[in-house]
């Protein structure tokens, strides 16, 4: 069975700090791992990551995928009291179905 | 072009009742997923879907669950006989092709009393 853990499950900051969070897996056949923002309700897409070592970013935001680690990790730079959300990572296979499974997500707060 | 459009926002069953949930994807995406959200919990995958086939249902309970994607109009995931513990916020998302991300609509709150 595929699984995806978090780490830390809840993190509280000041505006202008950065933050690092983590995400690994184990999935029988890796197919790309993705970051998801929630906040209230609908998750909004961050990042799609495939390739290992090759950084992705918008903005404040970048995400970076270590194959051999079995991990992943987003990193927010000055962060805002916006950015305040749970962060969600998850991991597909490359079965017959996009079957994404999803880690228990980063409560993120900053504080202004 | 709007984005992943579920409806209701927000329902009420008693236990017993039956309980249809909507989704139309986004403008041009084909391929649809169910998930349930439930307290304290991370999301869970339910079922995979294109146009008029079930692609991967492996996430759904076996009994009173259901879910289709007709040609026209939106996927549909229906439970039959609502108990208290399907009360769950459920999401929907979409995508273009196979290989391409999801995006989620705002999610639909189910609550059984």
């Known amino acids: 069975e595929d699984k995806v853990v978090q780490s830390p499950l809840s993190l509280v900051v000041h505006e202008g700090d950065t933050v690092t969070l983590n995400c690994s897996y184990e999935v029988t056949n890796f197919r790309s791992l993705l970051w998801y923002k929630q906040e209230k309700k609908a998750p909004t897409f961050l990042f799609m990551l495939t390739s290992s070592g090759i950084e992705k970013k918008s903005g404040r935001l970048s995400s970076i995928l270590d194959k051999k680690e079995l991990s992943s990790i987003l990193n927010i730079t000055a962060t805002q009291t916006g950015d305040s959300a749970i962060y969600l990572c998850?991991?597909?296979?490359?079965?017959?179905?996009?079957?994404?499974?999803f880690g228990s997500g980063t409560q993120l707060t900053v504080l202004p | 072009n709007a984005g992943v459009m579920q409806n209701p926002r927000h329902l009420v069953r008693r236990r017993g009742q039956e309980a249809r949930l909507r989704c139309s994807p986004m403008?041009?995406?084909?391929?649809v997923y169910w998930y349930r959200q439930l307290p304290e919990e991370g999301l869970k995958f339910m079922v995979y879907?294109?146009?008029?086939?079930?692609?991967?249902e492996s996430g759904m309970p076996k009994e009173r669950f259901s879910a289709e994607f007709p040609k026209e109009g939106p996927s549909i995931l229906r439970i039959q006989q609502v108990v208290r513990g399907d009360s769950a916020a459920y999401f929907c998302?979409?995508?273009?092709?196979?290989?391409?991300?999801?995006?989620f609509g705002q999610g639909t709150r189910l609550t059984v009393v």
């Open positions: 998850a991991v597909e296979n490359t079965g017959s179905a996009r079957q994404l499974t």
């Open positions: 403008k041009g995406h084909s391929h």
């Open positions: 998302a979409s995508s273009y092709g196979g290989n391409t991300e999801a995006f």
């Open positions: 879907l294109q146009k008029e086939n079930i692609i991967d």
